[in-house]
């Protein structure tokens, strides 16, 4: 009975794997137009999923638990082999993505988070907006005052803040308008260079 209920659950995990083997199973069908590493991923993924659903199958044909072990075991070596097969091509891959971005451009692509410094200006002046809102209600309540509250001093921090941050949009609105990075007006020059000898 203990093997039946095994089974039944095991079939149903499977099933609900769909989501991660009918993918896997498109990148293996799709061939050369996937890399390589991703398709190792993807039999690695099929391999684990088709040995829980052989599990699934032996736990309810199988009188012993020794074929269920057997099988269990050499799916998740095979799928284990398979994954780091695959991430150690992907390192390969990356590798080789470098070497073509070094031999057609001294500086690789920028992606991701520049080395503009307007996101940390921006958050450096928001902080201190916030540090002086804090301050200034924090004096304005304290009992050194009186605890009431003026409307003047309760403005302040607000009008404060409020200037901080107009000054910090402006930054980085400035600093996105004229922050082109000195490679890509390079690259463009280039590129103009290259379509007036056409």
């Known amino acids: 009975m203990a093997q039946a209920v095994l089974a039944v659950g095991t079939a149903f995990v ?10 896997a199973l498109v990148d293996l069908r ?18 684990g999923w088709g040995t829980a659903g052989l599990v699934a199958v032996l736990l309810l044909v199988a009188q012993t638990w020794w074929p269920v072990a057997v099988a ?9 082999g398979l994954r780091i097969r695959s991430l150690v091509r ?13 031999a057609l ?13 307007a996101r940390y200006v921006f958050a450096a002046l928001l902080g201190s907006a916030l540090a002086v809102a804090a301050v200034a209600a924090a004096v304005a309540v304290s009992p050194g ?10 403005a302040a921090p607000v009008a404060v803040a409020g200037l901080i941050l107009v000054l ?10 004229t922050g082109l990075p000195a490679t890509s007006a390079a690259e463009e020059r280039r590129a103009g260079r290259r379509a007036g000898r056409r």
């Open 145 to 154: 005052t009186g605890g009431g509250v003026d409307w003047l001093v309760a």
């Open 72 to 80: 269990a075991a050499v799916g998740a070596v095979a799928t284990v």
């Open 14 to 23: 499977t099933a609900s794997g769909c989501v991660w083997y009918v993918p």
């Open 168 to 177: 910090a949009a402006t930054h980085a609105r400035t600093t996105r308008r």
């Open 105 to 117: 451009t001294p500086n690789p692509p920028r992606h991701g988070r520049g080395d503009d410094s």
């Open 30 to 47: 799709a061939g050369a137009d996937r890399p390589d590493s991703r398709r190792f991923a993807a039999a690695a993924c099929l391999s």
């Open 90 to 102: 992907r390192r390969e891959e990356r590798r080789e993505v470098a070497r073509h971005w070094a």
